[in-house]
């Protein structure tokens, strides 16, 4: 395996990798725990160049490079407060930024700058989500996440819920349901947010059925997995249209009645308006600790990108 840059889920259809990644990751877990993580990356310096919001991504790769010994420096709110307010092109930035930091982690709000961005760097790029592209370490630890959950990958249903056109996190995961064997899914969406039609081949292409749907009770008894998503918002052309259909999917106390029994509830957050609070003390709530999965996917992830897998 050689991986250079992070930029897409492709580069991880591979359940030999995908084993080895989530093995890491469960070491440095039980290493965090006992307070023993391994310097492996002593001296090395990540940089975060954020030109969108995030909490968890950017904080958990910055508490992964720390935990593993490296360094920080950080930029928040790039668009504004890094030379692009000058006009400077992502490329420039980036070939500067690398001249200072052995991996760059970028969030920016065009789909494909990640993998602009590794054209031109002379480090490692990861993408931490491209526009309405992809968030290929976002779906690395929701797998992570169904398979501590669930105790398995294969023999699954899903049901992926919300905005799966502007989605980035939907884009990443379905690519990764590819590798799991036996997969079901009910994609359900208002019409206006339904899956892209490249998307929607990849699953045909891959052999995993999958139906759609305006409504999500019906499907609630027979899934394993509930994957909430966020309206994004940010992506929309006209707000009559976000407003209009914002409040289409909410998990409360009405759903937790029809949801199967085993089933988990799965969130990249923020909740925003799609998730009561009261549902965080049902035990089918896992959303937190996939947030918390994130820390040592990712510190798993960097520690592979400088091929210091051998812990
Ligand atoms: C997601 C994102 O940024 O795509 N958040 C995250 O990284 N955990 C989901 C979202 O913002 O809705």
Known sequence: MNLKHIVSTSQFLDRTLLKRIFGLADRLQ??????????????KILASVFYEPSTRTRFSFESAVLKLGGGVI????????????????????????????????????????AERASRVSSVPIINA????????TQSLLDLYTIQQELGRIDNLTAALVGDLRY?????????????CKNTRMFLVSPKALRLPPVY??????????????????RVLPEVDILYMTRIQKERFLSLRLYNKIKKSFFVGTAVLKLLNKKAIIMDPLPRVQKIAPEVDEDPRAVYFKQAKNGLYIRMALLSLLFKKAGF
């Open 30 to 43: 039980k290493a965090d725990e006992k307070n023993i993580v391994p310097k492996l990356l002593k001296n």
């Open 74 to 113: 950080t930029t928040e709110s790039a668009g504004h407060f890094s030379s692009a307010i000058k006009g400077e092109s992502l490329e420039d930035t980036i070939r500067v930024v690398g001249g200072y930091a052995d991996v760059i982690v970028l969030r920016h709000p065009e789909k494909g700058a």
């Open 129 to 136: 989500g491209d526009g309405h592209g992809e968030h290929p």
């Open 167 to 179: 989605g980035r996190t939907i884009h990443s995961l379905i690519q990764l349901f590819s590798v």
């Open 200 to 217: 929607a081949s990849f699953l045909q292409k891959h052999k995993i059925t999958f139906t759609e749907h305006g409504n999500l009770e």
